[in-house]
């Protein structure tokens, strides 16, 4: 990483993009933005040099810039006895933070549009931006571990449904304590936590013990009840319920690769080819990774990007999407 950068959403939240310089013989034409998942950080990006797809692209001649949603990393957070609380929902980082971070990389790179790297949650950002008339924004979109429909797929999400009636009575969803907790245990016991995230022969421990450690946030209650819509019939939903995101994907032009991992117990494959299948977009396409693909190691969620094989296998096919989109 070469610096950090400091942008203002339009309703006043501090975000934080860190930005990694192109290196390398080729300056590319447009920058790319990557964007973490629900009570990640940029860390999911470049938890180690050695699987930082944040750094990769770079060095293949690529502005890249990795953003904090608001509440995470060294973006503003919510502090016991100052102005910013919790409350702000799934919805506040579509219509805020996102054309924030896509603003920004327009004006320091001059381009006029900018590929759009979502991980899980940052993938559904980009659909639901797609849904909402965004496609001149993103040059090209990589999707990875992301669905705006988990109804009838077989994600852990769907066990915690019982829970969502909690989430009116807690002032946030202490998930970065519990990763810490369950950091501390990599490498002893394998956890629900741990296979809930990755699959743990494809992770270096010391990585994911990282991760677990300073890449994970307590959540805002109202981004959780949202995002348990997903779980439903018909999928995410507007904070107000009024709009379901699905169906604005059929004016979809942007080209969108979908990436799945074959154990990924967040977002299995016919997770995200559901959600693949209701863009309009006459450039998309879906890679599933693990054994029975070709791969060398099963894939879970997060070491899509970050496990011991993901610079081999995973990063290539990035690789050629985001080139192809490019170029032209």
């Known amino acids: 990483m070469d610096r950090v950068a400091n942008t203002l959403s339009e309703d006043g939240w501090r975000l934080a993009l860190h930005v990694y310089e192109p290196s390398g013989e080729k ?21 180690h040099a050695d699987t930082s797809l944040a750094r990769h692209l770079a060095s293949r001649g690529y502005l890249a810039l990795a953003v904090d949603l608001r509440g995470h990393g060294h973006s503003e957070r919510p502090t016991p006895r100052g102005e910013r609380r919790f409350g702000w929902s799934f919805d506040d980082y579509l219509l805020y ?19 759009w790297i979502g991980h899980s949650m940052g993938g559904l ?7 909402r008339g965004g496609s001149r924004d993103f ?14 797929a077989k994600s852990g999400f769907h066990t915690l449904l019982p829970l969502r009636a909690l989430l009116d009575r807690i002032p946030f969803v ?14 002893r016991v394998e956890t629900p936590f741990q296979r809930f995230n990755v699959w743990p022969s494809n992770v270096d ?44 994907l059929a004016g979809a032009t942007a080209p969108v690769l979908a990436i799945a ?6 977002c299995p494959p016919d997770a995200a080819e559901r959600t693949l299948a209701a863009l309009g977009s006459t450039r998309r396409e879906l890679r599933v990774f693990g054994r029975s693909h070709g791969h060398g190691e099963h894939y ?19 690789d050629a999407w985001v080139d192809a989109a490019d170029a032209t």
């Open 261 to 266: 991992g074959d154990r990924d117990a967040q």
């Open 97 to 115: 933070d996102v054309p924030a971070a896509v603003a920004y990389a327009k004006r320091v790179s001059g381009a006029p549009g900018v590929h």
């Open 174 to 187: 202490p998930l970065g304590l519990l990763g810490r907790v369950m950091g501390s245990l990599v490498g």
């Open 300 to 318: 879970g969620h997060f070491d899509l990007v970050m496990g011991r094989r993901a610079k081999t296998e995973v990063f290539p096919a990035i």
């Open 27 to 47: 300056t590319r034409r447009h920058p790319v933005v990557l964007c973490h998942g629900l009570a990640a950080n940029h860390m999911a990006f470049d938890t």
């Open 205 to 248: 421990p010391a990585h994911w013990r990282e991760i677990s450690h300073r890449g994970f946030h307590a959540v805002s209650p109202p981004v959780m009840a949202q995002l348990a819509s997903a779980m439903q019939r018909g999928g995410l939903r507007s904070r107000d319920g009024s709009t379901a995101y699905v169906d604005g």
């Open 125 to 131: 950002l980009a659909y639901a931006h797609l849904a």
């Open 139 to 152: 040059r090209s979109v990589t999707a990875i571990g992301s669905s705006l429909d988990y109804s009838g």
